[in-house]
C-alpha cells in the first residue's frame, strides 16, 4: 500500500514556473515506476511525465518535452516536477500516481495508487 500527497500548485502566470512534489509512504516504494497526470475541467485526465525505479527512464508527453522535468528521490521517498514556460493550457488539478512495476509506464490503467490532486492554474 502507498499513500500520495501532493503539493506546490498554485497560481501563476503565463511564463512561469512551478514545482510540484509528491510525498510517498509505504513499502516499496523505491520500486515503483511514478507518474504525473493532470485533468483539465471538462477532459479526460491525461498523462503528463513518468519516471522509472531507478530514474534512468523518463517520458514525457510531447507539449510538455522540454518544459517539464520529472525527477525522484527515493531516499526521501519524494517524486518532483519541475514546470517552466507554463502556458494557459497546462491549466488543470495534477495527480501523483504510483505503478508496481517499475519499467516505466505512460498509461494511467497501469497505475495502482493516487494522491488527491494539487490545482495548477496559469493566467494569461
Known amino acids: 500500500q502507498v499513500q500520495l500527497v501532493e503539493s506546490g500548485g498554485g497560481l501563476v502566470q503565463a511564463g512561469g514556473s512551478l514545482r510540484l512534489a509528491c510525498a510517498a509512504s509505504?513499502?516499496?516504494?523505491?520500486?515503483?515506476?511514478m507518474g504525473w497526470f493532470r485533468q483539465a475541467p471538462g477532459k479526460e485526465r491525461e498523462f503528463v511525465a513518468s519516471?522509472?525505479?531507478?530514474?534512468?527512464?523518463?517520458y514525457y508527453r510531447t507539449s510538455v518535452k522540454g518544459r517539464f522535468t520529472i525527477s525522484r528521490d527515493n531516499a526521501k521517498n519524494m517524486v518532483y516536477l519541475q514546470m517552466n514556460s507554463l502556458n494557459p493550457e497546462d491549466t488543470a488539478v495534477y495527480y501523483c500516481?504510483?505503478?508496481?512495476?517499475?519499467?516505466?509506464?505512460?498509461?494511467?490503467?497501469?497505475?495502482?495508487?493516487w494522491g488527491q490532486g494539487t490545482q495548477v492554474t496559469v493566467s494569461s
Open positions: 509505504g513499502r516499496t516504494f523505491s520500486t515503483y515506476t
Open positions: 519516471i522509472s525505479w531507478g530514474g534512468g527512464r523518463t
Open positions: 500516481a504510483a505503478d508496481r512495476g517499475s519499467l516505466g509506464s505512460t498509461s494511467q490503467h497501469d497505475y495502482d495508487y
